[in-house]
């Protein structure tokens, strides 16, 4: 059987090029007799998987048997933890080794970087369903089965894999993409949006009117916006406002499996986590941090900067720059506070118990 390869092969980089790109300084030489033009990384790994002609990184001091012993060509790690090099390693020195790892994991694997068409084609491929009154700038491609509805428009450079449904009326930047099986309806996409497989924009929000005669849907006129460089990820729904917009801010980036209701509004920059959800009409400033399973209430407030801890449940307003967790969150000292006291007060009754036992 073939070895199926789902990424194109890198084209080697030079460790001149690994410097530039890594914004790291060189330490440790090439092994002696080996010019700095001789040495190149073909791919990146880990510590403990990297080869020859890999690049690898070295953070943490937990990691420290790996970095011993690695077969990397190049590693990228801290002055500081730079002395336990393996002999025949070029080190390199950054401030930041994961973030100058990354960087050139980026130049080396740029089609990673987001959905890439399906059919692997450049254009309208056959079996595109694309209505007559939509615009497309030249350059966009539509895989088959995709469905771009009346009076899309499109801008340069966007894709629409395989299956993707874009509805009446919808407006994508330039260099965005939506993935495979995605649903854009009521939107209006950014520039360099990142939409990834299976995700669902601009759906009705869950609004109804209780009554004695049963629940009255409510209309949702409102929609989506999402600014600039926002990445949606797999499985994630957003719906689309009620009355007024449903908002994600430049640069925000949101994991998969994440719900966020109508009429929210989320700042700048923000990051949400995996199976979290937002309650319609909560607004969220620039920078906000939410962990993996974290849900908050509606109509709530949370300040810019303000980190909340996995599996919270935030029912009240959050102020700027703060770090809340628990059910119903709080600040993390008290939190942690409260989860100490249980457990003396737990242990206590046990030794009581244990006493009352053994008389």
């Known amino acids: 059987m073939s070895d199926p390869r789902f990424f194109p092969l890198p084209k080697a980089l030079s460790l001149a090029e690994v410097i530039a790109l890594s914004g790291a300084r060189l330490k440790a030489a090439p092994p002696e007799g080996t010019p700095p033009e001789g040495v190149s990384v073909h791919g990146v790994s880990t510590l403990a998987d990297a080869g020859p002609t890999d690049l690898a990184f070295f953070d943490a001091q937990r990691y420290l048997p790996e970095f011993k012993a690695t077969r990397a060509a190049v590693c990228i790690t801290t002055e500081k933890l730079s002395h336990d090099a393996p002999e025949g390693v ?13 960087a ?32 497309l700038e030249d350059g966009v ?3 088959p089965g995709a469905v771009v509805g009346p009076h899309v428009e499109i801008g340069a450079g966007s894709v629409i894999c395989a299956n993707a449904v874009v509805g009446p009326h919808v407006r994508i930047g330039r260099d965005s993409v939506v993935g495979a099986g995605a649903t854009v309806l009521h939107a209006l996409v950014g520039n360099r949006v990142i939409i990834h497989p299976g995700v669902r924009i601009g759906q009705d929000g869950f609004g109804f009117q209780p009554g004695p005669g049963g629940h009255l849907k409510v209309p949702q006129i409102g929609r989506v916006v999402l600014q600039d460089d926002v990445e949606i990820g797999a499985g994630t729904t957003i ?29 700048r920059h923000c990051i949400i986590v995996s199976q979290t959800g937002i309650s319609g009409s909560a607004t969220l400033g620039d920078y906000v941090m939410l962990g993996g399973q974290v849900g908050v209430i509606g109509h709530v407030t949370i300040g810019d900067a303000a980190q909340i801890a996995a599996t919270s449940n935030v029912k009240d307003d959050v102020p700027p720059g703060v770090r809340w967790g628990g059910s119903p969150a709080k600040p993390v000292r008290d939190w ?6 249980l457990k003396r ?10 006493e009352g036992a053994s008389e």
């Open 336 to 341: 942690f506070r409260e989860i100490a006291t």
């Open 90 to 102: 070029v080190v390199l020195i950054s401030p930041r080794p994961a973030h100058a790892f990354v």
């Open 141 to 143: 491609t539509v895989d």
């Open 345 to 354: 007060l737990a242990e206590a009754g046990g030794r009581r118990a244990g």
């Open 104 to 135: 050139v994991s980026r130049a080396l694997f740029p089609s990673s970087l987001r959905p890439q068409p399906v059919f692997e084609h450049h254009g309208i491929a056959p079996g595109a369903f694309i209505h007559p009154t939509a615009q």
């Open 239 to 267: 719906d689309r406002g009620a009355l007024r917009d449903t908002v994600i801010g430049e640069g925000t980036k949101i994991d998969n499996l994440v719900q966020i209701a109508h009429n929210v509004v989320i700042g």
